[in-house]
């Protein structure tokens, strides 16, 4: 049974598959017709997007997603060559090789192959909450900074214009104004009508597949009127069929080049793979496992990478899809892969008169939707320091490069989140009337406070970064100009001392006691009173100076004036006979 369990815990196929039911499979083949429909036309574009021939995109679309529907623990997550991931392989790969040349498609393939590694690994390790460290701000400035670079890139396919690929977008955009007189007409009227014909067909029907509606048609008016031979270019040949599989050719001296690219894919890949998933699941009333997920697509890459397939992750877009077409299970990514296989089979020669523009129409258009305006608002109105987060990333992912301005977010985001540690938000507490709780007397001005009390919360753990921080606040109140009798910490919000805190708690405590002020604490939860116990600091401050509430210090304060008959009124250290292990509090 141990075995079976964990069997059905690394493939999750053998969980859902014997419970498949016949009304599930009309929902299954519905929605994997209709990602198959809408992935044609993407993933050709978008392996364009990642510097490589649009069949690669293909590739992308067929073992991966098998592999992940054996391997994944999420039945609607549809994965595939993605936008952001696409980009990431063309910057990172762009210079070790020339754009859409043999080493490049080479390296591409390899990419893939360490990115699955990587993942598979960090599953394994379970080491997927690293992935926590990329925060939501960070995640928005780089994609709003990363989508405006794809759309940028694109524009030279939209006027037809023959100019390298930038790093840089200032570099591009200088590029194209000075071939502007170069752009050809027939070319431009292709990819804006392009761009029109989505976007109303996005309003107008939403779940239409207008991407192939669009290919279809434009590839008719091009070889019907034979607009190649006129400047449009095309996507020309497409070889049928599916490689034979064979493992990358891996060279040490490019793995080394290559693991930077891998690592931030990897991450990137799996954060929108995660978060799409845990959507879906919440929607659903499922659960999903994040380490399984990174194994699963780590998997997919990996076996993608041996029938030449590129990096691929789960898509926002293709799974919205996918949930609305009615998937039920993840047969519907097999469906997908299958009509995926049957066009590289029977259908490529039905591509060759394909304009590029539509490719790159069908590329703007998407990503256009990843710019989202409104978060930046919102957060610049809900949490200022939030939206400069996505700001700088935005800013340095734009101007300094694609990996640069991620790794610039997070150590921004470590950076403010230390600073914020440093200086831990706190409040003057008073008890509201007729009650036993005690509030911010700012947010609270009916608070009631006592002469010669001062009741104060830091909403903080105390360790090294605030301790100091700590001591200024208590010594600022000990020798303010009022009298004071005594000071109440509500600890409340306190889940951990470090060996900088427990010094400097006991040199205001000691610092207090010469002062002859008594120093309370309130709230302490288990795990801080048995460090305190532990490391003697719960003797310096003496067990009657802990109370379970703040209340309970408070009336100890105004009715007595010797603390070891507070103690005996007030036994906290009574109702715990010995330390608790880290489960308790």
């Not at 519907?332 to 008169?353: D, K, Q, R």
Request: charged share 15%; net charge positive; with cysteine.
């Amino acid at each position: 049974m141990e075995n079976t369990g964990t069997m059905r815990r690394f493939f999750p196929i053998l969980e859902w598959l014997p419970r498949y039911q016949k009304s599930d499979f009309k929902g299954d083949l519905q929605a994997g017709l209709t990602v198959t429909v809408m992935l044609i036309p993407q993933s050709m574009a978008y392996a364009l997007l990642a510097g490589v021939p649009p069949i690669y995109g293909l590739y992308a679309s067929v073992v991966p997603l098998v592999v992940y529907a054996f391997l994944g623990t999420s039945k609607q997550l549809a994965v595939g060559p993605a936008a952001m991931i696409s980009l990431l392989t063309a910057t990172g790969i762009g210079q070790l090789a020339t754009i859409g040349s043999p080493d490049f498609v080479m390296y591409a393939v390899m990419l893939a192959f360490l990115v699955g590694i990587l993942q598979i690994l960090m599953g394994i390790f379970r080491v997927g909450f690293l992935v926590n460290f990329i925060s939501h701000p960070v995640i928005k400035g780089f994609t709003f900074a990363a989508s405006l670079i794809i759309a940028v890139s694109q524009f030279k396919y939209i006027l037809g214009l023959d100019i390298p690929r930038g790093h840089f977008i200032l570099t591009t955009l200088r590029d194209l104004y000075q071939h502007l007189p170069q752009t050809s007409l027939p070319t431009v009227v292709i990819g804006v009508g392009s761009i029109l014909l989505l976007v109303a067909m996005k309003k107008w029907k939403p779940g239409f597949p207008a991407a192939l509606l669009v290919v279809a048609l434009s590839t008719v008016v091009v070889a019907v009127l034979r607009l190649d031979k006129a400047g449009v270019s095309i996507v020309g040949n497409i070889p049928a069929g599916l490689p034979a599989p064979h493992l990358p050719a891996l060279s040490s001296a490019v793995v080394r080049e290559l693991i930077p690219t891998a690592v931030t894919i990897a991450f990137v890949g799996f954060m929108e793979s995660i978060s799409v998933a845990k959507a879906m699941a919440a929607r659903h009333h499922y659960t999903i496992d994040a380490n399984q997920e990174m194994i699963a697509i780590g998997a997919a890459n990996v076996a993608g990478s041996l029938f030449q397939a590129y990096p691929v992750a789960g898509g926002f877009g293709r799974t919205a899809v996918n949930d609305q077409a009615g998937a039920r299970t993840p047969l519907a990514s097999v469906v997908t892969a299958t009509g995926i296989l049957i066009t590289l089979l029977f259908f490529t020669p039905f591509f060759y008169y394909l304009p590029r523009a539509v490719l790159a129409a069908i590329i703007i258009v998407a990503v256009w939707g990843l710019m989202d305006w409104k978060e930046l608002k919102f957060l610049w109105a809900v949490k200022p320091s939030d939206a400069g987060l996505l700001l700088i990333t935005f800013l340095a992912t734009l101007l300094v490069g694609i990996e640069q301005g991620i790794l610039i977010g997070i150590g921004a985001s470590i950076l403010a989140f230390i600073f914020q540690s440093t200086r831990p938000h706190y409040a003057i507490l008073g008890q509201l009337p007729g009650t036993r709780f005690f509030r911010n007397v700012e947010r609270f001005p009916q608070a009631r406070t006592f002469p010669g009390i001062v009741i104060l919360r830091i909403d903080a753990s105390f360790y090294f970064a605030n301790a100091n921080f700590l001591r200024e606040r208590l010594e600022k109140l000990l020798y303010r100009p009022q009298p004071l009798r005594a000071v109440i910490l509500d600890c409340g919000s306190v889940n951990s001392l470090d060996s900088t805190a427990l010094e400097t708690l006991s040199d205001i405590v000691r610092e207090f006691a010469e002062n002859k002020v008594e120093l309370l604490f309130a709230n302490v939860k288990g795990p801080v009173r048995d460090v305190m116990r532990k490391s003697g600091l719960l003797a310096v401050i003496g067990p009657q100076r802990i109370f379970l509430s703040v209340a309970d210090a408070v009336d100890c304060v105004l009715d007595h004036t010797a603390f070891t008959t507070c103690q005996r009124e007030h036994p906290y250290l009574d109702l715990e006979e010995q330390p608790r292990n880290k489960k308790h509090k």
